[in-house]
Structure formats: C-alpha cells, structure tokens
C-alpha cells in the first residue's frame, strides 16, 4: 500500500470562462491552487490549450516540490475544453490513481404551477 502522506487530491473545476486547479493533500488542506488566468491569459485565451499546457507544468513543480506520489483527480463543470485539458493531463509526468467527474446534471426541475384561470 502507498504511503498516504504521498498522495494528493487535485481538483479541476472548468467554468464557462476560467479553469481552476486545486491542489490539496490527503485530509483536505489546501497545499497549492491556481487559475488560467494566473498565466497572464485573458478572455478566450484562457480556454486555449496553451494555457492549460502551462498549468499542467506548474502542477508538476508543485508535485515534486510537495513530493507527492500519485493523486486523485476530482472533476467539476461543464467548461468546453474539457477533454483537451484531460489529454494533456495524461501526458504529463503526474500519476492518477482515480480520476472522479462530480459534475451535476440538471433535470430541469420540477413543473411550475400551471396559472389559474378566473
């Protein structure tokens, strides 16, 4: 069995127009975070692959520098390009044990009550 102190969660939450990275250990505590924007992109360049290579590279050094192992990946949103920073994210040198989508699907509610009629 790995060693838990070596083992972190990542959290990947897209938005319409921004990509957020959450690095945290095994309890929870927040060991690192950043942003697309945070690579000096901005407006639709944020959600350029580019700026999600960056990212991911930026996520490496604070791996190694935290030394963490493997980590658990977490997924959140509906951003649209979702699957393009997932392929770079296998690319990288970062080791997944579970990659998790925790996106909310909508069901568009309940119905709303018809109007009266006098």
Same mark, same amino acid.
């Given at each position: 069995?790995?060693?838990q102190a070596?083992?972190?969660?990542?959290?990947?939450s897209?938005? &319409?127009n921004? $990509?957020h990275f959450?690095?945290t250990?095994?309890t929870?505590?927040i060991k #690192?975070?950043t /942003? =697309?924007?945070? !690579?000096? !992109?901005?407006?639709a360049k944020?959600? &350029?692959?580019l700026? !999600?290579?960056?990212l991911?590279?930026f *996520?490496?050094?604070k /791996?190694?520098? &935290?030394?963490y =192992?493997? &980590?658990h990946?977490?997924?959140k949103?509906?951003?649209?390009?979702?699957?393009n %920073?997932?392929? $770079? *994210?296998?690319? #990288?040198?970062?080791k997944?044990? #579970? %990659? $998790?989508?925790t /996106? /909310?699907?909508?069901h568009n509610g309940?119905r $709303?009550?018809?109007?009266?009629? *006098?």
């Amino acid at each position: 069995m790995q060693n838990q102190a070596h083992i972190g969660i990542l959290f990947l939450s897209f938005s &319409l127009n921004n $990509i957020h990275f959450l690095l945290t250990d095994c309890t929870g505590q927040i060991k #690192s975070w950043t /942003t =697309a924007r945070k !690579s000096r !992109s901005k407006g639709a360049k944020k959600n &350029l692959p580019l700026s !999600s290579f960056e990212l991911i590279k930026f *996520l490496e050094k604070k /791996t190694k520098d &935290l030394n963490y =192992a493997f &980590l658990h990946v977490r997924i959140k949103g509906w951003g649209h390009n979702k699957k393009n %920073v997932f392929k $770079i *994210l296998k690319q #990288s040198r970062l080791k997944f044990i #579970s %990659v $998790i989508d925790t /996106t /909310t699907c909508p069901h568009n509610g309940c119905r $709303i009550p018809r109007k009266r009629k *006098l």
